[in-house]
T-cell receptor, first 117, second 117 residues
Framework: EPEVTQTPSHQVTQMGQEVILRCVPI?????FYWYRQILGQKVEFLVS????????KSEIFDDQFSVERPDGSNFTLKIRSTKLEDSAMYFC???????????????FGPGTRLTVL | AQKITQTQPGMFVQEKEAVTLDCTYD???????LFWYKQPSSGEMIFLIY??????QNATEGRYSLNFQKARKSANLVISASQLGDSAMYFC??????????????FGRGTSLIVHP
């Protein structure tokens, strides 16, 4: 069964460093997303991406964040200058469509646990 | 106001018994989708079940069923014949049309389910 994959599974970085989190969405999906989950808290939407551009972003997704689809398979989240409060699990998700139907279900990757020291 | 409310931070159930995890939602949009995800201790988010606002019947997927009461705006997840492997966090989510023109899900805070032998 096709699945979303993410690398690395765990990333440790120093405050102020740049990190790139990588995702390979399900191959025929058209919409891509990043979410964040701070330990013990709920999942929060960061950004959605469609047709090579951001379609929506939350207030969390400020100038230190950027997303890119550098080729036909990868989808990346870059955090330019990490802060302690960026420590969280970051989930990539993809969906074929982006409405409210069951066919628009988002499938999540296993997550990347980012630890900022 | 919370869009998705999960009032049970933790639930315990005996193996082989059924359990209901509560979820209420708030929307004025007539078209929306409701989703449940399971998050085991390993951290990944696993899609379980979907219910559309116009669906006449309650959704079922194997041992999972969704008790959808539209007038009460509730979408409770029922797990029948609980198994030890069902121990996890369970998140209810809703997708509705946003002011930005897309359908971004909002997640509840989750319910921690522990199945004991």
């Amino acid at each position: 069964e096709p699945e979303v994959t993410q690398t690395p599974s765990h990333q440790v970085t120093q405050m102020g460093q740049e990190v790139i989190l990588r995702c390979v969405p399900i191959s025929n999906h058209l919409y891509f997303y990043w979410y964040r989950q701070i330990l013990g808290q709920k999942v929060e939407f960061l950004v959605s991406f469609y047709n090579n551009e951001i379609s929506e972003k939350s207030e969390i997704f400020d100038d230190q964040f950027s997303v890119e689809r550098p080729d036909g398979s990868n989808f990346t989240l870059k955090i330019r200058s990490t802060k302690l409060e960026d420590s969280a699990m970051y989930f990539c998700a993809s969906s074929y469509l982006a409405g409210v139907k069951g066919t628009d279900t988002q499938y999540f990757g296993p997550g990347t646990r980012l630890t900022v020291l | 106001a919370q869009k998705i409310t999960q009032t049970q931070p933790g639930m315990f159930v005996q193996e082989k018994e059924a359990v209901t995890l509560d979820c209420t939602y708030d929307t004025s949009d007539p078209s929306y989708g409701l989703f449940w995800y399971k998050q085991p201790s390993s951290g990944e988010m696993i899609f379980l079940i979907y219910q559309g606002s116009y669906d006449q019947q309650n959704a079922t997927e194997g041992r999972y069923s969704l008790n959808f009461q539209k007038a009460r705006k509730s979408a409770n997840l029922v797990i029948s014949a609980s198994q030890l492997g069902d121990s996890a966090m369970y998140f209810c989510a809703m997708r509705e049309h946003t002011s930005g023109g897309s359908y971004i899900p909002t997640f509840g805070r989750g319910t921690s389910l522990i199945v004991h032998p």
